[in-house]
């Protein structure tokens, strides 16, 4: 079964700091870019980060969104077949659901989501 299964969101403080999972299952991320998206209440879904395959010998270029840069990383764990995005210096305005999506070529599998809450 082809599964992606986003965890370690919750609750934190301004400034505060989470790391999400973002784990496979009936596929390997090693081929995969991993992109990671949030979407607020009434906003739309956005892309904030994303890291590209591990083929080639490392484990992917990272390309992130102005709005996190800096204080977000995306880092992958091709033994645990898994993504990871620490989230440093949170802002209240990081408060969304955070889904991680699995591409290669035409092939997309998206998590479920886990709800991130940034408040004091």
């Known amino acids: 079964q082809v599964q992606l299964v986003e965890s370690g969101g919750g609750l934190a403080q301004p400034g505060g700091s989470l790391r999400l999972s973002c784990a496979a299952s009936g596929f390997t991320l090693y081929y995969y870019a991993i992109g990671w998206f949030r979407q607020a209440p009434g906003k739309e879904r956005e892309r904030i980060s994303c890291i590209s395959s591990a083929i080639g010998g490392t484990n992917g270029k990272t390309y992130y969104e102005d709005s996190v840069k800096g204080r977000f990383t995306v880092s992958r764990d091709n033994a645990k077949n898994t993504v990871y995005l620490q989230m440093d210096s949170l802002k209240p305005e990081d408060t969304a659901v955070y889904y991680c999506?699995?591409?290669?070529?035409?092939?997309?599998?998206w998590g479920q989501g886990t709800q991130v809450t940034v408040s004091s």
């Open positions: 999506k699995g591409t290669m070529t035409s092939n997309d599998y």
